[in-house]
Nanobody
Framework: QVQFVESGGGLVQPGGSLTLSCTAS????????MGWYRQAPGKEHDLVAS???????YYADFARGRFTISRDNAKGTVSLQMSSLRPEDTAVYYC???????WGPGTQVTVSS
């Protein structure tokens, strides 16, 4: 079973940018759809963006135009570039196979002045 580790979170001011990285325990060629999710305190996991192994991407309404997802199948990495960050983007961000069932450690993103 492939495992994922997220990194790149931190504290950023409103309007700032961050790039999150997700590293898999092996290549991800065969994973059809990889996703970035987030969980704010007291809320469920929400899908932020996903990307097919051929490159086609989907974005949640709140992410479209501000976030960009990308993947490198050979390296087993999935990235999420985030810009124009808002306080409501504060959450723990996770990546995984969209068809998976477990969560990695996540990376905390805090948007605050």
């Amino acid at each position: 079973q492939v495992q994922f580790v997220e990194s790149g979170g931190g504290l950023v001011q409103p309007g700032g940018s961050l790039t999150l990285s997700c590293t898999a325990s092996r290549s991800i060629f065969e994973i059809f759809r990889m996703g970035w999710y987030r969980q704010a305190p007291g809320k469920e996991h929400d899908l932020v963006a996903s990307i097919m192994n051929g490159g086609g991407a989907y974005y949640a309404d709140f992410a479209r135009g501000r976030f960009t997802i990308s993947r490198d199948n050979a390296k087993g990495t999935v990235s999420l570039q985030m810009s124009s960050l808002r306080p409501e983007d504060t959450a723990v961000y996770y990546c995984r196979d969209v068809l998976g069932h477990s969560w990695g450690p996540g990376t905390q993103v805090t948007v605050s002045s």
